[in-house]
């Protein structure tokens, strides 16, 4: 039996079963774990397809696990996530253990709009299984790049509440604030807006320096604000991408 080829699904295999803890964190009320397993999964998910290039092994398995794996991770996920902060906000991300009868009817109700998530991210999957158009590029926010932005906000409840004299956690944990994310995130997975991809055919600067600027731009923002950045970090891919797609068009 050929072992070199079962490498990278073990990889994508790893992804998944960091969904799987991520949840069981969630329902635990320990999103800040959650994130952490979250942030393995996606360096896992980056490296799966890396290695299966690498050892020249891709095939229609590994596509369709790695899908399977992603449909978990960076979308059950993020919907428990946005669930949990809406039914037990300021207090969730601490790892209290709240009562199930301290969550209104109205706010339990409320909090299922979280699993738009879930249901747009197999969607976005499933356009990108079969559209030709994604093979260099994407058509829509990636998944990963979705689960990164909502498991970013209990790190930042936890790690960094204050910015400037501002109580982000005032923000972050507001229920208008969390189901106008989730609406505008699940239109984003799946609307026709074209995204670069952050994959290198080479390391010529003409060719990949809206690749290079946004990396660059990144890594500052990291350095200089921590989890805060990280979605700023997002949103500067989704600008970048739209204003890349205005300069493409002009060229022509």
């Given at each position: 039996m050929n072992i070199k080829k079962h490498i990278p699904n073990a990889i994508t295999s790893g992804n998944l079963v960091c969904g799987c803890f991520a949840i069981v964190?969630?329902?635990?009320?320990?999103?800040?774990?959650?994130?952490y397993f979250v942030g393995i999964a996606l360096i896992?998910?980056?490296?799966?397809?890396?290695?299966?290039?690498?050892?020249?092994?891709?095939?229609?398995?590994?596509?369709?696990?790695?899908?399977?794996a992603d449909v978990?991770?960076?979308?059950?996920?993020?919907?428990m996530v946005i669930f949990q902060m809406i039914r037990y906000p300021h207090v969730i991300w601490v790892g209290n253990v709240v009562p199930e009868t301290a969550?209104?009817?109205?706010?339990?109700?409320i909090s299922l709009i979280a699993f738009l998530i879930p249901?747009?991210?197999?969607?976005?999957?499933?356009?990108?299984?079969?559209?030709?158009?994604?093979t260099s590029s994407f058509i829509g926010v990636p998944t990963p790049a979705n689960a990164m932005l909502i498991c970013s906000l209990p790190l930042?409840?936890?790690?960094?509440?204050?910015?400037?004299?501002?109580?982000l956690n005032n923000i972050i944990y507001d229920i208008y604030f969390l189901v106008g994310l989730t609406l505008v995130m699940s239109y984003l997975l799946v609307a026709e807006l074209p995204l670069f991809a952050l994959k290198f055919k080479n390391f010529k600067w003409a060719e990949n320096k809206i690749r290079f600027v946004f990396l660059i731009i990144s890594l500052v923002l990291l350095i200089l604000f921590h989890f805060i950045a990280i979605p700023i970090?997002?949103?500067?891919?989704?600008?970048?991408?739209?204003i890349n797609n205005i300069t493409n068009k002009n060229e022509i």
């Open positions: 964190s969630a329902m635990h009320n320990n999103l800040v774990l959650t994130a896992l998910d980056y490296f799966d397809g890396f290695v299966a290039r690498l050892l020249k092994v891709g095939g229609e398995l590994g596509k369709q696990l790695d899908s399977l978990v991770t960076f979308g059950v996920v993020p919907g969550v209104s009817t109205t706010v339990y109700f249901v747009f991210s197999a969607m976005r999957l499933a356009i990108f299984n079969i559209d030709t158009r994604q930042i409840g936890v790690y960094q509440p204050d910015l400037f004299g501002c109580n970090i997002i949103f500067l891919y989704i600008l970048l991408s739209i």
